[in-house]
């Protein structure tokens, strides 16, 4: 970590800097060092060791928000497409009433009983039915005219759905996952706004940064891709660490709101704060301008999973690689046996 830190980090790899650049460095003052070889700031240095460790031991959290995020930016529309019932033919004859759906749920699932039959308003919808037995719930549906079982009310897909909205919101771990996901997101915020301080890279060579240069550069194409899509993606990242906590712990961000800004007597007017924490909500999932603003929240969401693989292979490349290389213990090798030796094989007596 040592050798990455006193490098300047420039497109192609680190670079060192020679002693009669050090010998200049000790006449700038810390603005011009800043300005121009941010590198060699020690608070930058600092900044970089933070934003390493921290990206590392929280990467797969990051990813697997990331990509949990990603998928159900259209958690609504999913929702009414997938949760939507089979409709059935209206027959000739009339409904079958609950107690003839009970004998055909019976039927249908002998080792279960029978706890409730939900007939619904139209003549076009199947009958609910919720079975029983120790140890196990069941829900299925039925045609309300032939008693014909017709499967699960949630169908695979919109489980599915539920699945990932529990994942992303709770970790499936309920109020414990969200406690988590508070810590993390206040983590994410301090990988960001390290990030975005250690991104600047000099006055000489920022355009540099900000920019996808596979053609000019295709080797350190690694390194120009993960600063350039932290300064495009920064703002996000920032926004959706800020919201993801106050959406894991909104009491404790209520709370403040009250204490800053205590309800109006009539109780009709929004708050300021209350209008900072709605547009958290919709600028966290995107919901504000169509659909073309989700479009842009799904790809964009993915963009925090691509800075931690990216991130990786730098460090792998530039840290780890290196030292397993300086590192590496030779193995002696294995004392070979009398019929082993080359002397003694058949080809040497031939």
């Known amino acids: 970590m040592i050798g990455i830190s006193q490098a300047i980090l420039l497109p192609g790899g680190p670079r060192r800097l020679s002693s009669s650049s050090h010998y200049g460095d000790h006449r700038m003052s810390v603005w011009e060092k800043w300005k121009r070889r941010p590198q060699i700031v020690w608070l930058r240095k600092a900044l970089f060791q933070i934003h390493l460790w921290t990206g590392i031991g929280l990467g797969l959290y990051i990813v697997l928000m990331s990509v949990s995020g990603s998928a159900v930016v259209f958690r609504r529309e999913l929702g009414r497409t997938l949760g939507r019932e089979p409709r059935v033919a209206p027959g000739r004859g009339a409904r079958m009433t609950q107690d003839e759906l009970k004998q055909a749920a019976r039927r249908a699932y002998p080792d279960y009983e029978v706890t409730q039959v939900f007939l619904r308003k139209n003549a076009d919808q ?107 993606t920064c703002a996000f990242l920032i926004m959706w660490a800020i919201s993801g906590v106050y959406l894991s712990i909104p009491k404790t961000f209520n709370a403040a709101v009250d204490y800053f800004e205590p309800t109006y007597p009539s109780g009709r007017e ?81």
């Not at 005219?145 to 309920?174: E, M, Q």
């Not at 530039?318 to 590496?328: C, E, G, H, S």
Request: glycine fraction near 10%; charged fraction near 20%.
């Open 126 to 232: 199947a009958a609910e039915v919720w079975l029983e037995r120790p140890g196990r719930k069941l829900q299925r549906l039925f045609n309300p005219y032939t008693g014909a079982d017709l499967g699960d009310p949630l169908r695979l897909g919109f489980r599915t759905l539920l699945w990932l909205v529990d994942l992303h919101d709770n970790l499936l771990l309920a109020q414990t996952g969200r406690l988590i996901n508070a810590v993390g997101g206040i983590l994410t915020l301090l990988i960001a706004l390290t990030g975005a301080v250690i991104w600047w890279p000099g006055i000489d060579t920022w355009r540099h940064s900000v920019s996808f240069r596979w053609k000019s550069n295709p080797k350190g194409f690694n390194w120009t891709f993960h600063s350039a899509l932290g300064f495009w």
């Open 270 to 350: 929004l708050r300021k704060g209350d209008q900072v924490l709605y547009w958290l909500t919709q600028a966290h999932f995107g919901r504000f301008d169509g659909i073309g603003i989700k479009i842009v929240w799904t790809v964009i969401g993915l963009a925090p999973a691509a800075l931690f693989i990216t991130g990786m292979v730098m460090w792998w490349n530039r840290v780890l690689r290196p030292w397993m290389r300086r590192n590496a213990v030779v193995l002696p090798r294995e004392p070979q046996t009398a019929e082993a030796r080359p002397e003694n094989s058949a080809h040497a007596s031939s």
